[in-house]
Every structure is written in C-alpha cells, then in structure tokens.
C-alpha cells in the first residue's frame, strides 16, 4: 500500500508534527509506504489535495483535525467530483467528531484501520452559500452553534473544553432569529436558536448533536433549536453529552436530502467546524460519494 499523508502541523495544539512522528514508524511496520506532504500556510491542505494524481496513491491521509479533513475534502472533490481513491484520517485536532463514528478516536486505532485495508462509503453533505459552495462531512451549523464555535476559537489551546467556553460566552448575549427552513419541499417557519444539519452524530469532540445520524443512509438529520431562555438553554445544554437534548420540547428534528435556509438577518455558518460564510444556504446530500478507511 501506498499513501500520501496529509499533515497540518499546527492541529491539536501544535501536535501535528508529534503525531505524525508517531505514525510513521507505525506504518513501517505495517509495511506500508508513504509520501508525506505539510500544510505550512492556511489554505495548502486544499492545494495539496487538489494537485494530488489519485494514480500514484492507494489512499490520502489527513492528518490532523475536523478542519483538516474538511479542507482536504474539498481540495479533492473540487478538483477530482468522481474521486475513487479512499481517504482516511489520523486524528489530531481539537474535537475530531466525523472520525469518531467510524470507531476511531487514536492515531494506534487509524493505523489498524488503515492497514486493514478495508473502507466504507460514505455520505457527503453540499451546500451552496452567497460566496461560493463547499462539501461537509460532518455538519453544517448555523445561529447560536457557529458563535459558540467563532468564540471558541479563542479559547482553542484549551481542547474540546473551548467548546464549553464558547457556550457559556454566547449565552449572555443570546436571542432567536425568525428564520424558514425547507426540509425536501416542505416548509417551516420557526424562531430558532440554532439549526445543525448532520450527516455524522457528533460535534465539539464529544458532543451527541444528532443521536439517529447515519453516515451512509443517503439522509440529512437537522436538529433545530427553537426560542427558549437562557435558564432553558443552561439546563438543556449538558444533555448533549448524552444526546438526550432532541427528546426536549424545544428541539425538532428533521431528516431529508435537500435542505434550505433562509433567515431575516445573514447568520454565520459553521462547516465541520470551521467558521465561514452566512445564510442563506442550501443544502443537499450525495449518497456514498467517497471512500474512507475504517
């Protein structure tokens, strides 16, 4: 087998270099080989992915976090939308939550995966923005979720507990915004906090956002937070850690393929956890699009 690594230096705390120091004698004694590839500047994950002959490669590795592999995503797909050539993921980052679903949570779990040789189709989210289009993995987030994750940014030297920061800053200055949702036609009108559209079930590391997520049902599950107080929003928040927030009455869920939202004020978005773009947005999802070691 023969790969190419992906490497983002900087993930998880400046980690990236540690890790892949770590995983390369790793998959040495796998007997695999491999070419290596850094990201020294914001935005050359995607150039590397988009340069890459998928020929040469048996797999492309990501090694870093959710940003990372969104990043890399996007260089591949942009450049190759028939893409066969599987990828995989080294988790490195702050949160690492699509990964999870695929039983890995350690740089020892993805090299057994990886070396295994066996991967799955999975789904990949799209969405069509103001500025431009992108693919997803693992959710697009808008309202209250993607200023939790621009303030958590701040605070991202802390781990996954940046998430928690991030939660508690944005509370004090909380407050709904109409918007209308269109879930495969049908049409909504809501007051909501925040709406996560998820193709995995997890968010911020170990946060169970969409329990019934399936990564390869050719579905979209959108979880919708509508108005609620602050006191509200407190005592709902530590129930995502089980999943057991979408059984509030606060809470809608929704499932379908093409999703669109549209608000009365532009609200930032949040795609795999980057913080980028606002509504209005529609999304679709496309069944099985690629391949990823598991």
């Given at each position: 087998m023969n790969?190419?690594?992906i490497?983002n ?5 400046n980690?990236?270099?540690k ?8 998959l ?13 500047f914001?935005g050359?994950?995607?150039e590397i992915?988009?340069?890459l002959d998928?020929?040469k490669?048996?797999?492309v ?9 969104f ?7 942009k ?25 890995i ?5 993805a ?11 999975i ?9 431009g289009?992108?693919y997803f993995i ?7 979720v ?5 303030r958590?940014g701040r ?6 507990l940046?998430?928690?920061?991030g939660?508690f800053?944005e509370?004090a ?10 879930v ?9 906090i925040f709406?996560?559209?998820?193709n995995s ?8 956002m969409?329990?019934e997520?399936k990564i390869d049902d ?6 919708l937070?509508?108005?609620l ?6 005592k709902l928040f530590?129930?995502i850690?089980k ?7 606060h809470v809608?869920s929704?499932?379908?393929k093409?999703?669109?939202?549209v608000?009365?004020?532009?609200q ?6 980057e ?12 069944p ?5 070691f598991?």
């Open positions: 790969l190419l690594l490497v230096p900087v993930a998880g705390k980690r990236g270099e890790a892949l120091q770590r995983a390369l004698p790793l040495e004694k796998k007997r695999i080989h491999y070419d290596v590839k850094t990201s020294d914001a050359a994950t995607v992915a988009r340069q998928p020929s490669y048996d797999g590795i990501a090694v870093g976090g959710d940003g990372t592999l990043e890399m995503l996007n260089g591949l797909l450049s190759k939308p028939n893409l066969e050539l599987p990828i995989g993921q080294i988790p490195v980052g702050t949160g690492n939550s699509f990964i999870k679903d695929l039983a949570e350690t740089i020892d779990d090299i057994e995966k990886i070396a295994g040789g066996k991967h799955r189709k789904d990949v989210g799209s969405f069509k923005y103001p500025e289009e992108h693992n959710l697009l987030g808008t309202g209250f993607s200023n939790v994750a621009h958590a605070y991202k030297a802390l781990g996954p940046s998430y928690v920061l939660v800053g509370v200055r909380l407050r709904s915004v109409p918007m209308e949702l269109t495969d036609g049908k049409v909504f009108t809501r007051d909501y709406a996560e559209i998820c079930t997890k968010t911020g590391g170990n946060m169970i969409a329990p997520a050719g579905l979209l599950d959108v979880i937070l509508n108005n107080s602050k006191v509200n929003l407190l530590p129930q850690f999943g057991t927030h979408v059984a509030d009455s809608e929704f499932r379908g093409q999703i669109k939202i608000t009365d004020v532009p930032r978005l949040t795609p795999d956890g913080v980028f773009g606002t509504t209005p947005i529609e999304v679709s999802i496309l099985q699009k690629v391949a990823m598991c």
